[in-house]
């Protein structure tokens, strides 16, 4: 009987989620439907009736990960049908995130009506996508016959193995994957203006990654390094949760580049020639936002990926993942580095010179220094000056005449 008790209530509780909205005050609203395009407008459409006059109402939407819900007017017309449409030109949605939206009805002598709440994801609709899935991965491609989306699809889960050396996996849903044939279309779809050498993104967030990557002679490269890359940085977040923004960037750009398949071949010789003129970049100056020209972006990456690899093969991957730990505590870049490995940063850049280049650890401190000792000796030069020019105590100084 029981059994039987707990079968109806489900089915209740199923019709009731097919049945239009109502409240206490007879308020209908049914056809509830979106519908938009991507980059330029969505169209929000409902019909509203209630057994009181309407006196006012407004259409309420928030993008997931957006602090900000917006309100719109909402005409509603003599039949009962209402219609927004929002310009996406006019407040921008966040690209692929799922939008939650709600109705708010001021009603005539009676209390104001809020309906359930209705979502959809924003995602790129205009290319005819297709898919394959399981429960880790989602990819969308829509250049390139079934077995280039195969070939993703398996090197995405390789990745997926490739990342687990380095920090552990655990998904709570599928990760989204969508390739687009070149990095201008990565660009347009994100609109990242002004940065046009950026070829994959992912939302960690989100759990979305987006990467160009055609069908040609080096897809396979290209998958095995893009895809990779950007799936650390999803499964990164979902290791340290919101502590993923107080990690260093190279530390977080630096564990992607280990994670992938393929290296990037440029980046040894990136590191040699920037070892040999002097211009690396000292470590401290890589915990925030890289540089933004693409040759200063890519020696940046390229010490970071070698950094991480020395940190690995040096401490481990406990010792990798003792760092996040550390990081995702809160503690400044070098702090973080001398809980979890026992020294500062900026002694293990010296050491990672040294090993990797070769270089001599003293002269290469001399020369981290070096400002420093340039602003004390102007420090001390004006007092000293001061000492210098004073005219001794007791001395008679008179004026010719």
């Known amino acids: 009987m029981r059994r039987v008790l707990c079968t109806l209530l489900l089915c209740g509780l199923v019709l009731g989620l097919s049945t239009p909205a109502r409240a206490q005050t007879d308020v209908l609203i049914e056809n509830v439907g979106v519908t938009y395009l991507y980059g330029e407008e969505i169209t929000f459409s409902a019909r509203i009736t209630a057994s009181v006059p309407i006196q006012a109402a407004y259409l309420i939407f928030q993008a997931e990960g957006d602090p900000i819900a917006r309100v719109a007017p909402l005409t509603i017309a003599s039949d009962g049908a209402a219609v927004h449409t929002h310009r996406i030109a006019e407040g921008l949605l966040r690209p692929f995130s799922m939008v939650t939206f709600w109705f708010r009805l001021e009603l005539s002598g009676a209390e104001a009506y809020t309906s359930p709440t209705y979502n959809f994801k924003y995602e790129d609709n205009r290319p005819p996508w297709q898919i394959i899935e399981d429960d880790l991965i989602r990819l969308h491609w829509y250049t390139g016959d079934s077995p280039f989306g195969q070939a993703a699809f398996d090197t995405a889960h390789r990745g997926l193995q490739s990342i687990a050396t380095l920090i552990p996996v655990s998904l709570a849903r599928p990760i989204d994957i969508y390739l687009y044939?070149?990095?201008?279309?990565?660009?347009?779809?994100?609109?990242?203006?002004?940065?046009?050498?950026?070829?994959?993104?992912?939302d960690p967030a989100l759990g979305v990654v987006l990467v160009s990557i055609?069908?040609?002679?080096?897809?396979s490269i290209e998958m095995e390094r893009q895809i990779p890359h950007e799936l650390a940085h999803i499964l990164l977040y979902q290791h340290t949760g919101s502590a993923y923004e107080s990690l260093p960037t190279w530390l977080i750009e630096g564990l992607a580049t280990q994670a992938e398949l393929y290296p990037n071949a440029d980046y040894n010789y990136i590191l040699s020639v920037a070892s040999q003129n002097g211009t690396l970049i000292p470590l401290a100056n890589l915990c925030g936002p890289f540089p933004a020209d693409v040759s200063g972006a890519m020696l940046a990456y390229a010490q970071s990926g070698s950094f991480v690899g020395y940190l690995r093969q040096t401490y481990g991957t406990s010792g990798l993942r003792a760092l996040i730990d550390a990081y995702a505590d809160g503690l400044n870049c070098e702090q973080g580095a001398l809980r979890a490995l026992g020294l500062p940063l900026s002694q293990l850049d010296l050491r990672w010179r040294q090993a990797v280049f070769g270089e001599d650890i003293t002269s290469v401190a001399l020369q981290n220094l070096a400002p420093y000792f340039i602003i004390l000796a102007l420090v001390l030069a004006i007092p000293l000056w001061r000492v210098w020019t004073r005219p001794e105590k007791g001395k008679d100084v008179r004026t010719k005449r």
């Open 181 to 202: 044939p070149t990095a201008a279309d990565v660009q347009q779809t994100l609109g990242l203006g002004g940065e046009s050498w950026i070829a994959g993104h992912a």
């Open 214 to 219: 055609a069908p040609g002679e080096v897809q």
